[in-house]
Each structure stands twice: as structure tokens, then as C-alpha cells.
């Protein structure tokens, strides 16, 4: 096979490969984020999540379980960070970085013990019957939670767009005060949209834990929850914009060793940046100073 | 409109100078009150964070108050950790002022760690190439002080001019920073006498910072003591800060005022991140002798903490960054005397953090209630 065909090869398998976690943190962001608030601690949830995953699986020795426990635990920050915002004069974007700090903390704290034991992984669905390559047979592994991803992003898509309650957490995040004034509670809205975003958080990091790099350690996440706040700007808080956003990454991400699959190995670390530096410049080339962005919930402090 | 965020109750200029001109008796009770409030709240929530960190270390099944005995004795019980916990204060005071400058302006930047990082690398690929050991550290100094700056400042720049959320572009710059210095220190800058730990080339003992007399403290205390004094200088004695403070507290207000509110942005990130980038330049010149992923250290996010605790206030870094590097001075005796994971310096920070937070919403509040029943 060609050089430049493995690393095509690389970055299709990585794009399905590495996506999940993105999918399912920029979904819950995406959910969030359109009832009017930011969570930024996301990131944490991310690391409780793979975290409490890996230890049910491990001690029930049933994956999915794990990923229950995942979502779990997102919807537990969820609604501390929910509480903590309702109260006066407390800024959502800080709460975000301080139960960013406090959930990694308290994954790596707890799930100490972990570091080492192996648990039993999710199953994956193998794509690349057709082909006698191991490479492109390895590279078409796909893991039911992506599958469950997609059908995440038409149901999240769905809920926004057709469905009473879809419209009452649009209505709180364009214009608190006209959904007050129909007599909405917005905290009540805004909690039950940060936990169901906490949720899918949550399992967003059961997929680290349980399938790729599928295992725990202190080094799990190097940054995911994050790059998928920043992917929901760039999605336009579209979930179907989120998916194909979260191939994109997925694909940036696997860049590096794609490259170094193949032989390139100088610039490995610049390479290890790229999913990092193209976020960047996409919210640099999608944000202005002048105009609100296309699809931004009115209500909405990261954006601005 | 209006950049980024406001946090809790940080003092707005513009209603300050409404007060002050009204001599009403009123005014003067809330006067004893704002700095009985702004003392008693944020120890409040340090005792309430320290409360429910007791809670959760006695469900670890270990007894919190001998795990707090030895915190004390791990940071400021003997003269030995105390110095100990004085070294980590040194970079958290400056990594703390990268954030709690441009938070006066409303902006919340994340930016420290990465700044931190390349002001060492910089400083790291400056001192090699100097000579005399006064222009070595002078020059490690101002060439990592100056690219933590401009690095800090370029997304600054991003938020002013082209509206970029600079709590996302900084963190994001922190992990380009990040894979920057692996970068070079893998590759351009390595020292081929270096095999287990990539490093750059040493810039040798003779060259190095020292400590302060009688102290087995380097001189980045002082740097880092003396820019909490110079920034407070500039936040509440000089037109810029004035200037800045009302970018904070109503932006709209600062515009039609004419400020040149961009401009602020730009001045502001810069100078946090001078700070930042100088305790990456004190780190190599004073511990490591070169740049290495030791630099990583995560002191450019327990500043972050340090200047939301502080409320932003330069001179409150100081006790801050005391009692952050003492806790986090005390994590080596709690793993080996409790057995406790590294982590639980991270957990009590956190819990600190969202102690703190919550503590936002309970300013002004018995005052507000005592007005409401007068009316």
C-alpha cells in the first residue's frame, strides 16, 4: 500500500475511531449550551465518566453497565454545576473551570486503585469484512457506542427542533425574560439541560475507558472535552454539524500517528497539535467581532 | 454587547465614584462593610471547603483531623516545609497575575500554563547563547518575561479584534504551547548529552538565578512578591488601571467614554502574560538549568484558582499563593504518611474553587436585605 493511502487509510479509521468521545461531549454541549448556559467543566465529566466506566465494568463485568455509571456521574456534575449557576452573580463560565479541576481530580483520586486492572471493553462491530488488509480491517472497527452516537444526533436534533420541549429550551436560551414571562422556570429548564448534557458527557468518557485507548489511566483524555466545547462554536449548535465536526477532529487527532505509521516521524509532536491548533483557527475564522454568530443561542456568555 | 464576563462582586469604579459622592450615612455603613465582606466571605469558603474536604477524607475511612495536622506540618509547621511551600508560592503568585490581570477587564484567560511553558523554553534557548553570567540571567529573564507576554497577547489580540472567546483560544494555546516545547526540545533544541530526558542544553551552574540571602528560596519569590506590588500599583494608582477597571465593570460605559477598550485588552494580556512567561524563564534559571517537560507543572492552572480567590485583587495573590503552594507543599507527606493518591492536593483545590464560587453569591446580601426592610 501507497504512503499516502495509509495515512488516508489512518485518518478515515481515526475520524471513526476517535470521533465518539467528541460526538457525545459537543452533543451534550450542544444541548446545553442552547438552553443559555455554558459548561466548560465538561472536560471533567469526560474524566469522571471513563473513569466510573472502567471501575463498574470492572467490578460487574458488564461494559454497559459502565456506561450507565458514566452518564451517571455527568448527570451528578450536571446538576452541581446547574445549582451553582442559579445562584446570584455566580459566573458559569468559572464554575465550569472549577468543576473541570474537581473532576479530574476526584477521577484520578478514586480511581486510583484502577490503574492497572483490566476490564471487560465494549464490543465492536468489524466493517472491513471485505477487505483481506488487516489495516483496513482494523481501521473499520466500529464500536456500538459510534453507532449509538449517530442515532444520539438525529434523536438531540430531533428534541430541539420538533418537539414541545425542544422549543421551550430554545425559547430560554434566546430570551430568558419572553420565556419568564410565559411562565417558564429557567433554572428548572437550564438544570434539566445541563444534566442531560452531563450525561452525554458522561459517556462520551466511558468510550475512552472502555473501547479506545480502552483502559484507565491519568493521561486518558488529553484535552477532548474541551476541543468539543469549542467544536459546538463551530458546529454552529447544530447536532448534525456536531457529528460531522467530530469526524473532522477525530481525523486531526489521528494525524500524528497516521504519519508516523508510515515513517514520518520528525514534527511528531507538531503534528500531536494539529487537532488543537485547527480548532483555533476555525474559531478564529468563524467568530466576529461586529455580528453574532449564525445559530447562537441570544443568551448565551461564550460566544459573545 | 459587552466583553466576556463579570465576577461576582469585584469593585466597579463607576459605582464606587457614585458613592463617594454621596456623603449619606448610608454610604458610610456599606463602606465598613465591603471590606469586612470581602475578608470574612472568601475565609468563610475556605473553612466550609476545608469542612467538606474533612467530610470526604473521614469517608476514606482516615481521620481528617490528623490529615490536616500533617497539611500543616507539610507546609507551614517547620522551617524547612515552609520554605518549601515559599518556592511553590513564587510561580503561583506570577501565574496567578496572568489571570487575575485580565479578569479586572472582565476577560477570563487561562492562558498561564502555556505562557509559563515557552517563557522557559525561550529563556532555556536565550541563556545558552550568552556569556556572562549577569547578561545570561538578564537575558533569560526578559526573553521568557517577553514571550510569555506576546504569546499571552496574541489571544488577546484575537478577543479584541476578531471576538474570539479568549477562555477557549487560551486553553487551546496552552496545548499548542504544550506540544511547542516537546517540539523543540525533541528536535531544533536538544542537547545530545541528554538521552532519558530530552532537555535542552544546560546553561550551566555558574549562570544560574541563586537564592535570596539567608534563604534556601530563589530570587523568584522576590519577582514574583514585587509584581504583586506593581501590578496592584497599576490596577489602583495609574489612569491605565482606572481605565481597565472600567472596561470591567460596564464596557458600554468605558466605549462611550472613548477608552480605547481594544487596545486595554491588548495592554492587559500582555502584561499578564509577562508575568507568566517570567516564572518559566525563574524555573529554568533558578531549578531545572534547562528546558524539559518538567516545566509542565500545572502551575499555570492552580493560578487561575489563586486569582479567582484572590477576586483579582494583585496584593491578595500574595496570601493566596501562600496558602495554595503550602497545600500543594503537603501532598508529598500526605501520600506517604496516609497513603493518599497525589490527586487529593487536586480534590481539596477543586473543592476550594466551587467553595469560593458559590461564596460570590452571598455578597451584599444582609445589606440588601436591610435596605429592603427600611423601604
Not at chain 1, 484507565?216 to 454552529?236: C, H, K, P, T, Y
Not at chain 2, 465582606?37 to 481521620?63: D, K, M, Q, W, Y
Not at chain 2, 504544550?178 to 551552574?205: C, F, Y
Not at chain 2, 489612569?239 to 462611550?256: C, D, I, P, S, Y
Amino acid at each position: 500500500m501507497s504512503a499516502a493511502a495509509g495515512v488516508a487509510l489512518g485518518l478515515v479509521g481515526g475520524a471513526v475511531r476517535i470521533s465518539t468521545p467528541f460526538l457525545f461531549v459537543s452533543l451534550g454541549e450542544c444541548l446545553t449550551e442552547k438552553s443559555g448556559r455554558v459548561n466548560l467543566g465538561l472536560e471533567g465529566t469526560l474524566v469522571m465518566g471513563a473513569m466510573a466506566a472502567y471501575g463498574v465494568s470492572y467490578l460487574t463485568h458488564s461494559p454497559w453497565l459502565g456506561v450507565l455509571a458514566a452518564g451517571g456521574c455527568g448527570v451528578v456534575l450536571g446538576a452541581l454545576h446547574a445549582w451553582l449557576c442559579s445562584r446570584p452573580r455566580v459566573n458559569d463560565v468559572a464554575v465550569g473551570i472549577a468543576l473541570m479541576l474537581f473532576g479530574i481530580g476526584l477521577a484520578f483520586f478514586l480511581g486510583k486503585p484502577l490503574v492497572g486492572p483490566t476490564a471487560p471493553h465494549l464490543p465492536a462491530v468489524s466493517l472491513g469484512w471485505w477487505s483481506r488488509s488487516t489495516q483496513v480491517r482494523s481501521a473499520l472497527q466500529v464500536n456500538a457506542l459510534f453507532v449509538l452516537g449517530l442515532a444520539t444526533t438525529v434523536l438531540v436534533r430531533f428534541l430541539l427542533d420538533r418537539t414541545r420541549w425542544g422549543l421551550i429550551v430554545r425559547t430560554v436560551g434566546e430570551s430568558a425574560d419572553a420565556a419568564r414571562a410565559m411562565g417558564y422556570d429557567i433554572n428548572r429548564v437550564r438544570r434539566r439541560a445541563t444534566m442531560a448534557g452531563g450525561f452525554l458527557a458522561g459517556v462520551g468518557g466511558s468510550f475512552l475507558s472502555l473501547f479506545y485507548p480502552g483502559s484507565w489511566n491519568e493521561g486518558l483524555s488529553s484535552g477532548q472535552g474541551l476541543m468539543a466545547v469549542a467544536l459546538v462554536i463551530f458546529a454552529r449548535w447544530d447536532p448534525v454539524r456536531c457529528l460531522l465536526a467530530s469526524l473532522l477532529f477525530g481525523a486531526a487527532s489521528a494525524l500524528g500517528p497516521a504519519l508516523q505509521s508510515v515513517g514520518v516521524t520528525s514534527g511528531y509532536y507538531l503534528f500531536n497539535a494539529a487537532p488543537y491548533a485547527l480548532t483555533l483557527l476555525i474559531i478564529v475564522m468563524t467568530s466576529s467581532r461586529d455580528r453574532a454568530l449564525v445559530g447562537q443561542p441570544a443568551e448565551l456568555q461564550v460566544a459573545r | 454587547m459587552g466583553i466576556g464576563v463579570s465576577i461576582g462582586a469585584l469593585p466597579r469604579p463607576g459605582t464606587e465614584a457614585v458613592a463617594a459622592e454621596g456623603a449619606a450615612a448610608s454610604t458610610r455603613r456599606r463602606d465598613w462593610r465591603k471590606p469586612v465582606e470581602s475578608i470574612a466571605i472568601p475565609v468563610g469558603a475556605i473553612l466550609v471547603a476545608l469542612v467538606l474536604f474533612g467530610v470526604f477524607v473521614a469517608l476514606t475511612g482516615r481521620n481528617a483531623l490528623a490529615v490536616y495536622h500533617q497539611m500543616f506540618r507539610g507546609s507551614f509547621g517547620t522551617w524547612f516545609s515552609f520554605q518549601n511551600t515559599l518556592l511553590r508560592a513564587a510561580p503561583l503568585m506570577l501565574t496567578a497575575l496572568a489571570t487575575a490581570l485580565p479578569l479586572r477587564l472582565g476577560l477570563v484567560v487561562l492562558g498561564g500554563e502555556g505562557a509559563m511553558v515557552l517563557g522557559g523554553l525561550a529563556a532555556a534557548a536565550v541563556g545558552v547563547h550568552l556569556h556572562a553570567p549577569l547578561s545570561v540571567k538578564i537575558g533569560m529573564l526578559a526573553a521568557g518575561a517577553l514571550m510569555g507576554g506576546l504569546w499571552m497577547a496574541g489571544a488577546g489580540a484575537l478577543r479584541a479584534y476578531r471576538g474570539v472567546n479568549e477562555t477557549i483560544a487560551t486553553l487551546l494555546l496552552n496545548y499548542i504551547a504544550i506540544a511547542l516545547l516537546n517540539h523543540m526540545v525533541e528536535g531544533p533544541l536538544r542537547d545530545p548529552a541528554s538521552l532519558n530526558k530530552p532537555s535542552t542544553l544546560p546553561i550551566g551552574d555558574d549562570n544560574m538565578l541563586g537564592n535570596l540571602p539567608g534563604l534556601d528560596v530563589h530570587w523568584g519569590l522576590a519577582f514574583g512578591v514585587i509584581a504583586c506590588l506593581g501590578f496592584w500599583f497599576l490596577m489602583q494608582r495609574t489612569t491605565f488601571g482606572f481605565a481597565a477597571r472600567m472596561v470591567g465593570g460596564n464596557v458600554r460605559a468605558a466605549l462611550l467614554n472613548g477608552l480605547p477598550v481594544k487596545r486595554l485588552i491588548v495592554i492587559a494580556t500582555f502584561l499578564g502574560g509577562l508575568a507568566a512567561g517570567l516564572a518559566g524563564a525563574v524555573e529554568v534559571a533558578a531549578i531545572h538549568g534547562n528546558a524539559n517537560a518538567s516545566l509542565v507543572t500545572g502551575y499555570g492552572y492552580t493560578g487561575v484558582l489563586v486569582a479567582f480567590i484572590a477576586r483579582a485583587n494583585p496584593l491578595a495573590v500574595i496570601p493566596v499563593a501562600l496558602l495554595l503552594g503550602g497545600i500543594g507543599a503537603s501532598g508529598g507527606l500526605l501520600q506517604r504518611v496516609f497513603e493518599l493518591p497525589d490527586a487529593t492536593v487536586s480534590v481539596l483545590q477543586g473543592v476550594i474553587f466551587i467553595s469560593i464560587l458559590f461564596s460570590d453569591s452571598l455578597y451584599g446580601r444582609r445589606w440588601r436585605r436591610a435596605r429592603a426592610v427600611a423601604a
